[in-house]
C-alpha cells in the first residue's frame, strides 16, 4: 500500500486517514479487458504461428507497426484509466461511518454509518485469491447494491478493517489510554461443517434433480413412441446448463463451515471463489428451513435468512448464496443455527417446539393448525399448516411434503396483514402476513381460524412492540443479550461464546435478563 | 359502518373522503372503457363489411364480456371505497381494505421509515391527496387513498411525530 502510508503501525491506522486499496486491484478486476485486448491483437498472429506460416508474412508485413502500434496505444490507455480509478478510490473509517471516495470524471462520495451495518463479507475471488488480496463488501440495511465495496485489499488487512467496523459497530469502547487502537479480531468458534459429501449428495436429491429423472423418463418414451431421435440434440443445451447450475451450487457450497464470534455468526465457503460473511447478532430478519422431499431419507435441511441489504435471492444469482444460511444439514446442525440467531428461544422447551415446527403434525409442540372444517382448502396440509409464538419469536410451519419452518423474531416484525378472500371467508379462515425485508423468505400463517388469527394479530402487535422497547440500541453489545442455556446439543458453542463475550464487553448487559428462569 | 370478520374488534375506523369515488371513476373510465372501444374495433369493421372473416358471434362475445366486466367493476367502486379505513392506535396504524378480497394491516409507528403524500391531477381537483407509508419492507404496501388535503397533511405530522418519539432500528 504505498499511497496510503506505511500499514504496519497497528496504532493509528483506520482513524480518519484517507487511504486506497491496493493498487494492483484494478489489473485483478480487469484482468478480462486485458487478456481480452492480448486475444484482439494476438490471435492473428498466433493462428500463423499454428499454420508454420512466418509471423510477419504477406500482407500483414505492411500493416504490422500500425496494429502494434493500435495496440500499444489500446493497452496503454486502459492501463492508465486503471491507474486513475486506483488513484481516485479512497476509503476512511471513522468514528461513526465509513467513507468511499471514487470515481475520477464522476465523482461518488458514499457514506455509511458504522451502527447500521446489517452484514460484512470478504469475497475473494480466484484470482485475487492468488495474489492473496480480498474484497470488503459491506452491507447497510438497503436492499440494493453494496453499501461499500473495497476491491481489493490485502487479506491481512480486509480481516482488520473488518475486526474494526464490527468493533465499531458493536458499540465497544476503544480501550482506555489507546482510543486509536484498532480492534483486535474476535475470537470465534467453529460449530459446525457441511462435509463434501453431504453436499453432493444433497444436490443429487435436490428438487431439479427430480424434474431432470422426470424429463428424461419423458423424452425416452417420447421418443420410443415416435421413433425420433433428432430432439436428443436440442436436451444437449438444457443438460449443459443443468451441469452449469449444479457445479454452481457445488462450488459455492464446497467446504461450508459455520463459526461464531463475539461479532456474530462467520459463514465461509467456496471452492475456487472463497467468500467470508459475518452476520453480527440480531441482524438476521426471518429465516427459514426447508426440507425438499428426498432429503427425507437423510433427514436433511436448508436454511436460507432474510438480512436487510442482501436482498432478494435470483435463482443462481450472489443473493442466493448469500441468503444461505446452511446449505444442507442435519438436524443437530439445524438445531445448533437455531440457538446461535435466537439465542433465547423464549420457550421452556425449546428443542421439542423446533422438532415439532420441523416435522411436527396437529397440535403437537403448541402449534396451532387449520381448523378441521378446512381441510376441503388444503386435504393434505391441514393437519401441517400451523403457527407456535414463543417469547421471542413467531414460528410458522407448512407442507406437508416440501416442509417448511418459518422463524420470525418479534422485534424483526416490521409490519402485518390479515388477508381473508372469499373461499376463506366461507369457511371462517384468514391469513397472516408479516413483513418483513426483502429475501427468500415470506413469513405467512396460511389457513388460520378467524379467531385465531385475530388473536395472534393482536397479540403479535402486543410482543413486536414490547420487544421493540427492549431493543433500545443499534449497538449490539449496548443492548441486553440474552445468553441462555441453547438447545441441549450446543453446549460447546456456548463454552466458546462466553469468554468471546467478555473479551470484548466493555459494559456487562444491563437491562433485562433472561426471559425465563 | 360495515366490519366484516377480520376486523379487529373495537375499532372505530375513519373513512376516506367519499368524493374519492370520482378519483376512481375517471381511473375505471380511463382504463376499461378505452379497452372496451379498442376490442369492439373488429365489430365495427365486421359490421361496415371490412373483415369478413371474423364470425360475428366472436366480434360481439369479447367486447361485452369486457363490458360486462368493467361494469362490474365500476358497480363495486363505491363499495371498495366504502371499506377503506384507517384506525389510530397508540402504538401503530391500522389499515383495512377490500371487499372479496380483505386486507386489514397495522403498521408500527416505530417502524415507519418514511411518508409520502401524492396528489394526482384528479385528486387535486377534488382536494384529495394518497398517503404512503413506507417501513424496511418492500412488502408493506401501506396506502391511504382519497384523504382530504388538510386531513393528509395532519396525518402525516402526527405519524412523523409518533414515529419520532418511538423509533425503532431495523
Not at chain 1, 439445524?334 to 423446533?354: H, I, K, Q
Not at chain 2, 370478520?5 to 368524493?19: C, F, N, Y
Not at chain 2, 361485452?64 to 397508540?90: C, T
Not at chain 2, 391531477?121 to 401501506?142: D, F, I, M, Q, Y
Request: charged share 20%.
Amino acid at each position: 500500500m504505498t499511497a496510503g502510508g506505511p500499514l504496519a503501525v497497528p496504532g493509528e491506522k483506520y482513524d480518519g486517514e484517507w487511504l486506497r486499496v491496493h493498487p494492483a486491484s484494478p489489473f485483478v478486476r480487469g484482468w478480462v479487458a486485458l487478456a481480452a485486448i492480448g486475444y484482439f491483437f494476438g490471435r492473428d498472429a498466433f493462428e500463423r504461428m499454428l499454420q508454420g506460416e512466418p509471423i510477419m508474412g504477406g500482407q500483414i508485413a505492411g500493416r504490422a507497426p500500425w496494429l502494434l502500434g493500435g495496440g500499444a496505444l489500446v493497452l496503454v490507455l486502459a492501463v492508465l484509466g486503471f491507474i486513475l480509478s486506483w488513484y481516485f478510490t479512497r476509503y476512511q473509517v471513522t468514528e461513526g461511518y465509513v467513507r468511499v471516495n471514487t470515481g475520477f470524471l464522476f465523482k461518488q462520495q458514499r457514506q455509511a454509518r458504522l451502527d447500521r451495518v446489517q452484514a460484512i463479507d470478504i469475497v475473494q475471488p480466484l484470482l485475487a485469491r492468488i495474489f492473496g488480496l480480498a474484497e470488503l463488501k459491506f452491507e447497510v440495511a438497503d436492499a440494493g447494491e453494496s453499501a461499500v465495496r473495497l476491491a481489493y485489499l490485502r487479506i491481512d488487512d480486509a480481516r482488520q478493517l473488518r475486526a474494526t467496523i464490527l468493533a465499531r459497530a458493536s458499540g465497544a469502547e476503544p480501550e482506555p489510554g489507546r482510543p486509536e487502537a484498532a480492534a483486535p479480531e474476535a475470537p470465534e468458534q467453529q460449530v459446525l461443517q457441511v462435509p463434501p459429501s453431504r453436499l453432493i449428495g444433497s444436490l443429487l436429491l435436490s428438487e431439479q434433480s427430480v424434474f431432470i429423472v422426470l424429463g428424461g423418463a419423458a423424452s425416452v418414451v417420447l421418443s420410443a413412441v415416435t421413433e425420433n431421435r433428432a430432439f436428443f440434440l436440442y436436451l444437449i443445451p438444457a443438460a449443459l446448463g443443468l451441469f452449469a447450475a449444479y457445479w454452481n451450487s457445488f462450488h459455492r457450497g464446497y467446504n461450508f463451515t459455520v463459526a461464531i464470534s463475539p461479532d456474530g455468526i462467520r459463514l465461509r465457503y467456496g471452492l475456487l471463489d472463497t467468500q467470508a460473511q459475518t452476520l453480527p447478532p440480531g441482524r438476521i430478519q426471518a429465516l427459514r428451513v426447508v426440507q425438499p422431499p428426498l432429503w427425507r431419507i437423510f433427514g436433511w435441511y436448508r436454511m436460507q435468512v432474510n438480512v436487510a441489504g442482501y436482498g432478494t435471492a435470483g435463482n443462481n444469482g450472489e443473493a442466493g448464496t448469500r441468503t444461505t444460511l446452511l446449505p444442507v444439514g442435519e438436524l443437530e446442525d439445524v438445531l445448533n443455527m437455531l440457538a446461535l440467531v435466537l439465542p433465547d428461544p423464549g420457550t421452556d422447551d425449546p428443542l421439542r417446539v423446533f422438532q415439532c415446527g420441523l416435522y411436527g403434525l396437529d397440535s403437537d409442540g403448541g402449534f396451532v393448525t387449520t381448523p378441521r372444517r378446512a381441510r376441503l382448502l388444503a386435504p393434505l396440509g391441514w393437519r401441517r399448516n400451523g403457527f407456535a409464538a414463543t417469547d421471542t419469536a413467531l414460528l410458522m410451519r407448512s407442507g406437508r411434503w416440501w416442509r417448511q419452518l418459518v422463524v420470525v423474531p418479534h422485534q424483526r416484525t416490521q409490519s402485518m396483514a390479515l388477508h381473508q378472500g372469499p373461499l376463506a371467508r366461507r369457511f371462517k379462515l384468514a391469513d397472516l402476513v408479516l413483513h418483513t425485508t426483502a429475501g427468500p423468505v415470506t413469513p405467512r400463517v396460511i389457513q388460520a381460524d378467524v379467531g385465531e388469527a385475530l388473536a395472534l394479530f393482536d397479540a403479535q402487535a402486543a410482543r413486536a412492540r414490547a420487544a421493540r422497547k427492549r431493543q433500545t440500541s443499534e449497538h449490539w453489545l449496548a443492548q441486553a443479550a440474552p445468553l441462555v442455556e441453547p438447545a441441549p446439543p450446543v453446549e460447546h458453542v456456548e463454552t466458546g461464546l462466553a469468554p468471546g463475550l467478555d473479551h470484548r464487553a466493555s459494559h456487562p448487559p444491563q437491562q433485562e435478563g433472561p426471559q425465563r428462569g | 359502518m360495515h366490519t366484516a370478520a377480520i376486523d379487529p374488534p373495537g375499532i372505530a375506523w375513519l373513512r376516506v373522503s367519499p368524493k374519492y369515488v370520482t378519483v376512481r371513476l375517471v381511473e375505471w373510465a380511463v382504463g376499461n372503457l378505452i379497452v372496451v372501444a379498442v376490442l369492439s374495433l373488429p365489430l365495427l369493421f365486421t359490421l361496415l363489411g371490412w373483415w369478413s372473416w371474423l364470425p360475428r358471434w366472436l366480434a360481439v362475445a369479447v367486447p361485452a364480456f369486457m363490458l360486462v366486466l368493467a361494469v362490474w367493476r365500476l358497480v363495486l367502486i363505491p363499495r371498495q371505497v366504502r371499506a377503506i379505513g384507517y384506525a389510530e392506535r397508540d402504538d401503530d396504524l391500522l389499515i383495512r381494505g377490500g371487499i372479496f378480497f380483505q386486507r386489514v394491516m397495522v403498521v408500527p409507528y416505530g417502524r415507519m421509515q418514511y411518508v409520502d403524500i401524492s396528489v394526482g391531477p384528479v385528486e387535486r381537483w377534488l382536494g384529495l391527496c394518497t398517503l404512503k407509508l413506507h417501513t424496511a419492507s418492500a412488502s408493506t404496501n401501506a396506502m391511504i387513498p382519497g384523504l382530504p388535503a388538510e386531513e393528509g397533511a395532519r396525518l402525516r405530522e402526527q405519524l412523523s411525530a409518533r414515529g419520532e418519539a418511538r423509533l425503532a432500528g431495523l
